[in-house]
């Protein structure tokens, strides 16, 4: 039992270290000596724990990412399940489009997000942007592949992956960009909410749903 809770004070430990120093140097300008260091440990205790420095990062923020990446599937899966003709406008807007969760479950982790955010540089956390873009855009193109199948879409629509790609960037980009600033959890979801009803109409168009 001692054992056990050692080698957990020692995990926790090396991730408390290493979540400070990366917020405070940067992932690419942090030595594995600093996060020993701070932690008063050996870099051999360090490799009893951790791959690498990579490995660490990935430990801290993956859990962050997981349940953002849960909370969003699930809104996609009711409205899956839930999508018809006549609510599709409605369902694309609160569920599609819709972040309110996605952005308290961030405030709730605040400094998790500005370590992704602002400190990942080196690491392949540093392509961000593009990871969240991928991801919702082939949640996108699940919504879709339903709507036709339900024949919610019009017979001449035509899915243009390199259009979808971008316009959900468009989005994504922005939304991102919301988080970079100071702005509190209400100001957020306000600015969030306006992104959505400004974009909706935007894709109604593209899915000729008007």
């Known amino acids: 039992m001692g054992t056990k809770r050692n080698y957990e004070m020692t995990n926790e430990l090396l991730l408390a270290s290493a979540k400070e120093s990366f917020l405070t140097q940067g992932f690419k300008d942090t030595k594995l000596r ?36 849960t909370i969003y599937s699930k809104q996609i899966n009711d409205a899956l399940s839930s999508m018809t003709p006549e609510n599709i406008n409605q369902i694309w807007l609160e569920k599609v ?10 405030y709730q982790n605040r400094e998790i997000t500005d370590l992704l955010l602002f400190k990942t540089n080196g690491s392949k956390y540093n392509n961000l942007a593009e990871m969240i873009t991928q991801f919702f855009a082939d949640k996108v193109a699940q919504i879709i592949a339903e709507m036709e199948q339900k024949e919610i879409l019009p017979n001449n629509f035509v899915p243009d992956q390199r259009q979808i790609h971008f ?39 593209v899915l000729k749903l008007n």
Not at 39 to 55: E, I, R
Not at 97 to 106: Q, S
């Open 34 to 69: 600093d996060i020993c260091r701070r932690a008063h440990l050996t870099t051999g205790a360090f490799y009893k724990h951790f791959k690498s420095k990579d490995d660490l990062l990935a430990q801290l923020v993956e859990p962050l990412l997981q349940d953002l990446k």
């Open 97 to 106: 489009l819709n972040m309110d969760d996605v952005i308290h479950a961030v």
């Open 167 to 205: 316009f959900v960037y468009s989005n994504t980009a922005t939304f991102y960009d919301i988080l970079k600033h100071s702005f509190t959890e209400a100001e957020t979801i306000k600015l969030d909410q306006n992104l959505c009803q400004f974009s909706y109409y935007g894709w109604i168009n």
